[in-house]
């Protein structure tokens, strides 16, 4: 039996799933091309029965019990906003999509495992880029935490660690680390690039 602890420190190498040109960075200042063009790509991802999560840029790992996660852009956003939309037939208004790009905070999510049902609470995310830290505006856990498909090995639960980040605090070009302290102790350090990420 793992405790949280050997869960939960160390590096989480980072693959993560580039949202458009690898050459751009998060924006910032989308462009009205940009924005269309994200509109365009979620409404041909709904005609083909895609699902809208497929714009998240992800990082960390790809089962079920790994260490991962994903940030949504203002870009992504819409491209998830065209998706849902699609969807159900309909398309976003042009205040939907004016509170999407006027964001001024970017989500970061990220899942995370322990041992007990509260594990995750009062836990705490930052980012770091070349040594400075960036801390959340606001971080969102699930108090309590979900049973995952080892139960009842370790790890029993998973939980969500939900952050939002200011945009004007941060490099949106930079090599970030996303780093998740659990309340109980440990942490999970995500390295990604956002200079692959529109």
């Not at 405790?3 to 910032?28: H, K, R």
């Not at 001024?104 to 049902?117: E, H, K, N, Q, R």
Request: aromatic share 10%; proline share 6%; hydrophobic share 45%.
């Amino acid at each position: 039996m793992r405790s949280v602890g050997c869960w939960a420190i160390g590096l989480v190498s980072a693959f993560l799933v580039s949202i458009g040109d690898p050459s751009t960075a998060i924006e910032v200042y989308p462009s009205h091309a940009q924005i269309q063009a994200a509109l365009d790509r979620g409404t041909q991802a709904a005609a083909q029965h895609q699902p809208p999560e497929q714009w998240y840029a992800r990082f960390g790992g790809r089962g079920h019990l790994d260490f991962s996660g994903f940030l949504v852009t203002k870009i992504g956003g819409v491209s998830v906003l065209a998706t849902h939309m699609a969807l159900r037939g309909l398309e976003p208004s042009a205040a939907d999509i004016a509170q999407l790009v006027d964001t001024p905070t970017m989500l970061v999510s990220a899942m995370i495992f322990g041992d007990s049902p509260a594990f995750a609470a009062e836990s705490y995310m930052v980012l770091d880029q070349g040594g400075r830290a960036i801390k959340p505006v606001t971080v969102r856990v699930d108090g309590q935490a979900t049973r995952t498909t080892a139960w009842p090995e370790s790890p029993k639960f998973s939980a969500k660690v939900v952050a939002a980040f200011k945009y004007a605090e941060f490099d949106p070009n930079a090599h970030t680390t996303i780093t998740v302290f659990p309340a109980i102790g440990g942490e999970v350090r995500f390295a990604v690039d956002f200079g692959d990420i529109e």
